[in-house]
């Protein structure tokens, strides 16, 4: 079998932004071998209610331990007064889904346009006005997305996406997983530094080859 390097991810994991930049440089560099299968892992479930104000202050220190972290990364706290922030990326990541039903190339781009509107323009991806918006940003059919955003047939692919994460052990986000014909490898993510990535990759690749 084609060995596979799953990346698992929520568009609005903050870290997954943050590892971003790096991780197109991982991709671009690949062994032509490996496929890419982008999965959503769904950090948390829909909900109406507003984040409890311990999470909010939890998630900024994450911000910053972030900015602190990785070169060149900045987040817009403006979007701490401007918006009722909920604890719910479901919607995000049915938007991801509901984009790709449009092309595959808008898995990526609707997970970039989401992680701009939340970490740089203060604008809120769990609410489906801001995922429209997006939507129509990139020049998809909104007509087509709104129909697809909440339907049952989006939401059974993000369970499934969800599923197969667990099955390959994927506890955070973001997390990269090589599957070749004889195992499964972890890939630790490095923030800033794809070459340690690629090294990894390739090691693991021979020994898969030679057992």
Not at 93 to 115: F, L, S, W
């Amino acid at each position: 079998m084609k060995p596979i390097l799953y990346y698992v991810h929520d568009p609005m994991c903050s870290w997954c932004w943050g590892f971003s930049r790096t991780l197109n440089e991982l991709l671009t560099h690949l062994p032509q071998e490996i496929e890419v299968q982008r999965l959503l892992g769904g950090l948390a479930v829909d909900t109406d209610s507003r984040m409890p104000e311990s999470m909010q202050e939890q998630i900024k220190r994450n911000w910053t331990q972030i900015e602190d972290t990785i070169i060149d990364v900045k987040f817009n706290f403006d979007f701490w007064e401007n918006n009722i922030p909920r604890r719910s990326t479901y919607p995000a990541c049915r938007a991801v889904i509901a984009a790709r039903q449009q092309g595959e190339d808008y898995d990526n781009e609707m997970t970039k346009a989401i992680q701009r509107a939340y970490y740089q323009e203060a604008r809120n991806p769990s609410d489906n006005d801001t995922l429209i918006e997006l939507a129509n940003e990139l020049g998809l059919s909104t007509l087509d997305f709104k129909k697809d955003l909440n339907s049952q047939k989006i939401q059974d692919e993000l369970i499934q996406e969800i599923n197969l994460s667990r099955e390959l052990f994927v506890e955070s986000f973001p997390n990269l997983i090589l599957k070749t014909a004889n195992n499964i490898y972890s890939i630790n993510p490095d923030y800033n530094d794809s070459e340690i990535m690629l090294n990894t990759i390739r090691e693991k690749l021979q020994h898969s080859e030679i057992m």
